[in-house]
């Protein structure tokens, strides 16, 4: 990784030595730091802040400026594909995103464009080329996606949803129009990948935040073979280094084993399970990344510590851990318990590594 002056993450998700844990943070660009909501206050809007690429760029920075992050992650959302897709994408105050426009049946599924990716988001692959040129090689940038299903849940509900029974009904009752949807998504999911990728992204990471809603039959057909063909599809190298992928299916404990053999170079956990026990069912297969409840991040400093402690000894010595929260930090965190739980990681991960 001769590109990085810090290439420890990489190196993780490679199942490489490494001299402490890599440690990064889903949402680490957000709103629990004052000067992000002071540039969301100037954007104006959440969407203007996706969409500017120096907006974009400037806010991707911001935590590496205060924590010991060993990555970065582009700041941009996970549903910029349904809105290029002209399903009119826009935020309500306190209720998240919804659409415009919806699917209801298979033609509405049939009249999806196909993306261009450097014509409908290129203000994404623009923010990564800034971002990599920032970052001056520190540390690498993840790059990311929605999952093809969790994509879809959204463009059937219109968006979030407490039971996604409108997602689901639409699945049983006409499978047909879902896959069409599914590889509609896919094809949009890989190119956007391969363009960010060739943007300058190091590492991507695939988010199916929906995937653990669904019955393992289910989650099988319409979640991770879509996300198996992405893996196979994308690019494997730039510039003559590996280039691996993160799979996070939330809830996804019980299929770790179909996860780690995706074609991914990491599995993604959320809090629910045990890291000792996921590394004992997937063995050295892939790496893992993970687990801590994001709510610890509200306790006390020594709390925080003491989380981060078992964790880690929990996962054991060697590479292949990445250490990060089980999902993204909450608003409320106070910034300067991210300082104890970046630093704890550090520091009391060192011993795991001799």
């Not at 599924?109 to 001056?136: H, W």
């Not at 047909?176 to 956007?192: G, Q």
């Not at 300058?200 to 319409?222: K, M, P």
């Not at 026990?277 to 610890?296: H, T, Y």
Request: aromatic share 10%.
């Amino acid at each position: 990784m001769s590109q990085l002056k810090n290439d420890r993450f990489i190196r993780a998700l490679l199942k490489q030595p490494v001299d402490r844990t890599p440690v990064w943070m889903m949402r680490q660009a957000g709103r629990y730091l004052p000067e992000y909501r002071e540039i969301r206050s100037r954007a104006g809007d959440f969407l203007t802040l996706c969409q500017t690429p120096e907006l974009a760029c400037e806010v991707t920075l911001q935590p590496l400026r205060r924590y010991a992050f060993d990555a970065a992650i582009l700041f941009s959302d996970i549903l910029t594909i349904p809105d290029a897709m002209g399903q009119g994408l826009y935020f309500s105050e306190g209720e998240g995103p919804k659409f415009r426009k919806v699917i209801r049946n298979a033609a509405d599924v049939e009249a999806l464009p196909e993306l261009n990716i450097s014509k409908d988001l290129g203000y994404v692959t623009d923010a990564v080329s800034l971002i990599r040129s920032e970052l001056n090689g520190s540390v690498p940038l993840i790059g990311f996606s929605g999952s093809p299903w969790t994509l879809a849940t959204y463009m059937i509900e219109g968006g979030g949803s407490r039971d996604f029974r409108i997602a689901k009904q639409f699945m049983y009752d006409n499978p047909e129009a879902m896959h069409l949807l599914l590889e509609k998504l896919a094809a949009a999911v890989t190119d956007y990948l391969n363009a960010q990728i060739e943007a300058g992204a190091q590492v991507v990471q695939i988010f199916d935040t929906w995937g653990g809603i669904l019955s393992t039959g289910a989650y099988e057909e319409f979640s991770l073979a879509y996300m198996e063909k992405i893996a196979r599809n994308l690019h494997k190298e730039k510039d003559g280094l590996p280039i691996p992928l993160i799979i996070f299916t939330k809830n996804g404990g019980l299929w770790l084993e179909r996860i780690a053999a995706s074609g991914c170079h990491c599995v993604g956990l959320d809090w629910t399970i045990n890291i000792g026990v996921a590394r004992d069912r997937i063995g050295d297969k892939v790496a893992l990344q993970g687990n801590m409840d994001p709510s610890i991040l509200y306790a006390s400093p020594q709390r925080i510590r003491t989380e981060v402690e078992g964790i880690l000894k929990d996962y054991g010595t060697g590479t292949g851990h990445v250490f990060n929260l089980g999902h993204g930090i909450t608003p409320g965190v106070n910034p300067d318990h991210v300082s104890t739980f970046v630093d704890c990681v550090h520091e009391l991960s060192e011993q795991y590594h001799l």
